[in-house]
Every structure is written in structure tokens, then in C-alpha cells.
């Protein structure tokens, strides 16, 4: 049932990211739900000017930057029945004393898992057409590629090997299908009609490896996939292979890759790495066969006001007695990131 009256809710996140998440409309639709002043963004339980509000939230409108939700930051919110992530993962952000008091989670993760899958079919694509080789080449030599030297690349049945049916691993089998493309699955969660269904033919981790041209990383970051492609499995993929990791840096042997890329053998898209950053004299940053970009397949810009609008939604469906469309729950934490 819909509650008589709107839920009071307190934003706690860095307030850098506040403007882009709920621009102004969108901060009035939210306003026109819920008790909550624009002008408060709580970054420390523990700050004596948010004592009131936090004591009186029923809601918490959460993003980067939120403070961990642990025991002692709930002792200050009593109240408190529903966080809504306006990010994505909440892994970090949930302590345990969330879960055992019942209080309810959702994540933006569905909706930041759009532009990650967008810049990796944007980098599938343009990686089967060397089209980085050849910006490389044409900056070098100011000539036009002969015949020859683009006898190798072109997108026509390209195998592009996906691991993880994640938010992102299936926004991205969406993405892919009107390409020429075989695609391939490898997800412990997902049998062979699953993932027929979501448009690729299921293998098991290595046979993805061996078989594909292009493997691109979806799996969440947990204590059993840290180092899910160590030297063995790399060693897998077929020579002139390309890794892209938008995922986690922690997925990939770091030393191991960078022996193969040292060596020319493999190419790779990188968005996360571990550490990240790289140090300043890693050869990643000069590898011609390396694209490095500094995580920015997330959500950026005017891609963040996706991310507000779930979370706007979710408060919407809380005060008129709905489920939440996007609820996190504690046994999913096993097996996402």
C-alpha cells in the first residue's frame, strides 16, 4: 500500500556528481516523491549538521562517494528502510548491518550496464577493422594501406568470445546481434538454451579462449575470478587475438598480459587495469598494440541523469507500495559484481 505520506529521503554521495545525476527536472520529479532537500548531500554519518535529517530518513538517495553503510552509520539513521544506489555495484557501499536489519537495496546497475556494453561493441568493431594499427600506420607513413596489409581484418563472421552473462554481458549479446558475428558465451550460471537464447552458443571457458578472435571480459570481480585469465588461459587465445576488459583490472593477470602484449602476439582494448593507474613507466601506455583508456566506459556526462532517473523510479514505485524493479539482495552479492 502507498504510503499517506511521501518518504523522507536524504542524498549522501560526493555532491560533485548531485548536478549531472538529477538535473533539474528530474531533481523536481524526485522532490514532487519524497521529503528531501536538494541542498543537503551527506558525506560523513558522523557530521553533526546532518544529525537531524539522518535520524529522520526513511530513504537514502546513494551514489560515489557515499559513505560504507555499516554498523555505526546505521546507529545514526533508525529509520532507515530503503537505500537506492544511483550507481552501480553496491558491493562496497553495503555493510552486513543493511542485510540484518532488512533494509531494502536497489542499484542503477542495469542502466550504467548501457554505455559499458556501447564502448565495447564500438571497440569490437573497430578492432576487427585494425582500425588502431592502421591509425598508427597512416600517422607514420601518411600513405594509404596497400591491398595486402588489410587482407586480414574486417568484421564478416568474426568470433567474439563473451564472458559473464552480466547486465553488461547481455546488454552487450543485444547489441551484437545484427552483426555478422559468431558469438560465444562463457557463464557457469548459463546452460546451452540460456544462452542460445540470448544469441550465442555456450562453451566452456577454454574453448571460448582457443576458438575466438575477440574475447571481452563481463564477469563480476570476486575472490574466484581474481585472476580468472592467468598466463595458462591467455595463453589460449590465438595469436593476433584481441582481449578487451571493461569489466575489472583484477580479472586479468596483469603481469602475464603484459608479457604478451610486450611480445606482439596479443592486442587488447584496456578500460580497467590493476593498479589502476597504471605506474607512469608501464609499456601499456606505448604498446602500439594497446588501447588504454582511463574507465570511462561507465557512465559519464549526460549519461549519469540514466542513473538518476532508476533511482527516481525506484522511489517512486517505494511510495506508491510497489517492489522495487531493481532490488539488490544479499545472496545475489555471490555472484555479481
Known sequence: MPSAQPPTAVFAMDPVHLPLLFPPPLMARLRRTAAIDPDLVVRDFGDPAAAGPSAAAEVLVTGWGCPRLDAAALEVLPRLRAVLHAAGSVRALVGEAVW??????????????VPVAEYTLAMILLAGKDAFAHR????????????????????????VGVVGASRVGRRLL?????????????????????????????????????RSDVVTLHAPDLPGTRHLLDRARLALIRDGGVLINTARGALVDHDALTAELVSGRLHAVLDVTEPEPLPAGSPLFTLPNVVLTPHIAGSLGNELERLGR??????ERLAAGLPLAHRVRRADLSRIA
Request: without cysteine.
Open 100 to 113: 540484518e536489519r532488512g533494509i531494502a537495496v536497489s542499484s542503477a546497475a542495469a542502466a550504467n550496464a
Open 136 to 159: 598508427e600506420r597512416y600517422r607514420a607513413t601518411h600513405a594509404l594501406p596497400p591491398a595486402a596489409g588489410t587482407a586480414a581484418a574486417g568484421n564478416a563472421g568474426r568470433r
Open 174 to 210: 543485444e547489441l551484437l546481434r545484427p552483426y555478422d558475428f559468431e558469438v560465444l558465451l562463457s557463464d557457469p550460471y548459463v546452460d546451452a538454451a540460456e544462452a542460445a537464447a540470448l544469441g550465442a552458443r555456450a562453451l566452456d571457458l577454454e574453448d571460448l579462449l582457443r
Open 310 to 315: 532508476t533511482a527516481v523510479g525506484e522511489l
